[in-house]
């Protein structure tokens, strides 16, 4: 195990590229310089930040062998696949998957430095992921990509890079996972760069254990006529928090955002997510759906930027939540900054529990109440699962969605 100090920092970063070595020197001294975040500060209000970075440290390997995946045997054949285990690449495959070592990485940029969790990404990340597809190559079947945290007591760096080309095509499918009784910090970094004209999907299948905390920072841009698509499911963790900025740089880009979470116990789940309108003639839709119950806490602070140039913007945010017990809380907080003139925005947020008028009709008509809700829990998480880019996962994530409600009925 590696202390989290200059000696694995110079370690873990020797084999970088020079641009990404500086940029992680600078973020090793922000990390020695940040104290951790609090909930007083705006980018962490509504949350009990976790004391998560004394006393870990850094695996020098992985700690086991990559586990089977049911996600992986849903998709079926794909066009590659890689491990990453505790934060160290244990295998790749496929002609559209390498190491960093073995790729382009110009187009990585490392943490900002954002708090002191993403100084430490920045600060102790090594060797990652690339999934590429060239100019004009459209990749026929999914890469999946497991992440997998195994070491009690380690902070992991799960690193993911993904390439579109001009006018390419690709979708790439991660796993994120620990088993449940892990205490482990994991800091997932991941970067998705559209070229010119180019269609890029990433989905996101979250089902780390009950005390796991994972605080993840996800960059996406895109340029002109470019499309990117990011759909995540969260049903794990003790504490799980996502860092979202996507940056539509060219004219006519497009992004569509999707969520699923439910969180039950004493979980919190917390999106913090930054659309920002840079070109002219852009386009995003944010849509996330989440429930939760026991003492459970979700969190949605959602940003639509539209900067000077970004004329013609078409923008829209939408973040509904089921509170299903009186100790669980879900907070929405949409926000829009609009620094141009001709322009389409809106957002939309709703927080409550199950609806009374939809349970006495659907009890008219011979339901007992426990399915009536049931079948309402099931048609508010529909809407959103209907969109992910993989219907041969939708099963899946309606079973988990519906596994977690069920564990939780009086």
């Known amino acids: 195990m590696l202390a989290l100090d200059r000696t694995t920092h110079e370690r873990l970063t020797a084999d970088l590229p020079a641009a990404l070595r500086a940029a992680a020197a600078a973020s090793f001294a922000a990390f020695e310089a940040l104290p951790m975040p609090t909930p007083t500060q705006e980018d962490w209000r509504y949350v009990e ?14 700690g086991a062998d990559p586990s089977p995946s049911a996600y992986e045997s849903t998709l079926g054949a794909t066009a590659g696949r890689a491990d990453i285990v505790d934060g160290h690449v244990s295998g790749v495959a496929g002609s559209n998957v390498s190491e960093f070592a073995g790729a382009d990485i110009s187009a990585y940029r490392s943490s900002d430095a954002i708090d002191k969790f993403g100084a430490a990404a920045g600060a102790f990340g090594g060797s990652g992921v690339v999934v590429a597809a060239a100019a004009g190559e459209v990749v026929a079947r999914p890469v999946f990509v497991s992440t997998e945290a195994t070491t009690p007591g380690a902070v992991s760096i799960p690193r993911l890079l993904v390439i579109g080309g001009e006018a390419s095509a690709v979708e790439v499918v991660v796993e994120q996972r620990s088993p449940d009784g892990l205490d482990a910090l994991v800091l997932p970094e991941f970067e998705v760069v559209v070229g010119k004209a180019a269609r890029v999907s990433v989905t996101v299948v979250q089902t780390w254990g009950d005390e796991t905390v994972a605080i993840g920072r996800h960059r996406l841009r895109a340029d002109q ?33 999707t969520g699923v979470y439910f969180g039950d116990g004493g979980q919190t789940l917390d999106y913090r997510y930054f659309m920002n309108h840079i070109g002219p003639k852009t386009t995003s839709e944010m849509f996330l759906k989440g429930a939760v119950a026991g003492e459970a806490r979700s969190v949605f602070t959602g940003m639509i930027r539209i900067e000077p140039d970004g004329q013609g913007a078409n923008a829209h945010q939408t973040n509904r939540n089921l509170v299903l017990s009186d100790a669980a809380e879900a907070h929405s907080v949409p926000n829009l900054e609009i620094l141009a003139n001709d322009v389409r925005c809106g957002h939309g947020s709703a927080v409550g529990p199950l609806d009374e008028e939809q349970r006495y009709y659907l009890m008219s008509r011979g339901l007992p109440a426990p399915r009536a809700d049931r079948l309402q829990v099931l048609g508010f998480f529909e809407e959103a699962l209907q969109r992910f880019p993989h219907e041969l996962l939708e099963p899946m994530l309606r079973t988990n969605a519906m596994t977690k409600y069920d564990k939780v009925l009086p």
């Open 49 to 62: 930040v976790p004391e998560h970075l004394a006393g870990l440290s850094i695996p020098d390997g992985p």
């Open 225 to 257: 006529d470019g499309f990117v698509g990011l759909a995540e499911a969260a049903f794990g963790a003790r504490f799980s928090r996502l860092h979202l900025s996507v940056d539509l740089e060219g004219r006519g880009a497009d992004a569509r955002i």
